[in-house]
């Protein structure tokens, strides 16, 4: 059973500070790594992928992949209270197979 | 670029009653993905389409769940009977390639009573 895993939360970080998301996956095959957000009872949108170890960044938001600890993270630099939102993983196993994580759900404190 | 367009937003059915969704993806999108969200779970993958063909259908639960695209454009999910299990928010949504991620709809959510 292939897997992502996700501290479900909820993060909570003060304005301004770095929110560090957390992905973990089962399937030392994956290619490709996807972080969306998702707003209550709205639906996913995809913010980053990544594909090669090391970071990525992309405005305030960074994502991190280390391979060989089949690990993903998503690093939120001066978090804003819109930045509250449940964040899903999601790892492509090869092929044509995404499986998401549960989500963390981040809520940011003005 | 118009995103991908779902239809009902909300619907509320008895058990054992059918239901049908409807999805348009992005054009030119050859991949077009049916999830089901259940409260506080991530969403897992029903079926999936390539073009016209179903690449994935292991999740759907067959005696019940059907899915179908026509000409390889418009997607229909349909629960026949639906049981109080199947609330949840059923999300359409597009790709381009499996490496570039997906753009979702709306999404419809369905309640079973």
């Known amino acids: 059973q292939k897997e992502v895993e996700q501290n479900s939360g909820p993060l909570s970080v003060p304005e301004g500070a770095i929110a560090s998301l957390n992905c973990t996956y089962s399937?030392?095959?994956?290619?490709?790594f996807f972080w969306y957000r998702q707003y209550s009872g709205k639906s996913p949108e995809l913010i980053m992928f990544i594909y090669s170890n090391g970071d990525k960044e992309d405005g305030r938001f960074t994502a991190q992949l280390n391979k060989a600890s089949q690990y993903v993270s998503l690093l939120i630099r001066d978090s804003q209270p819109s930045d509250s939102a449940t964040y899903l993983c999601?790892?492509?196993?090869?092929?044509?197979?995404?499986?998401f994580g549960a989500g963390t759900r981040l809520f940011v404190k003005a | 670029e118009a995103g991908v367009a779902q239809s009902p937003r909300y619907k509320i059915i008895e058990k054992r009653q059918s239901v049908a969704f409807w999805c348009n993806p992005i054009?030119?999108?050859?991949?077009l993905y049916w999830y089901q969200q259940i409260l506080g779970q991530g969403p897992k993958l029903l079926i999936q389409?390539?073009?016209?063909?179903?690449?994935?259908d292991s999740q759907l639960p067959k005696d019940r769940f059907s899915a179908e695209r026509l000409k390889g454009v418009d997607s229909t999910l349909k629960i026949q009977p639906a049981k109080l299990e199947d609330s949840a928010v059923y999300l359409c949504?597009?790709?381009?390639?499996?490496?570039?991620?997906?753009?979702f709809g709306s999404g419809t959510r369905l309640t079973v009573v």
């Open positions: 054009s030119g999108h050859a991949t």
């Open positions: 999601a790892v492509n196993t090869g092929g044509f197979k995404t499986i």
């Open positions: 949504a597009s790709s381009s390639g499996t490496d570039y991620g997906y753009t």
């Open positions: 389409f390539q073009n016209n063909g179903v690449v994935d």
């Open positions: 399937d030392r095959g994956s290619q490709s």
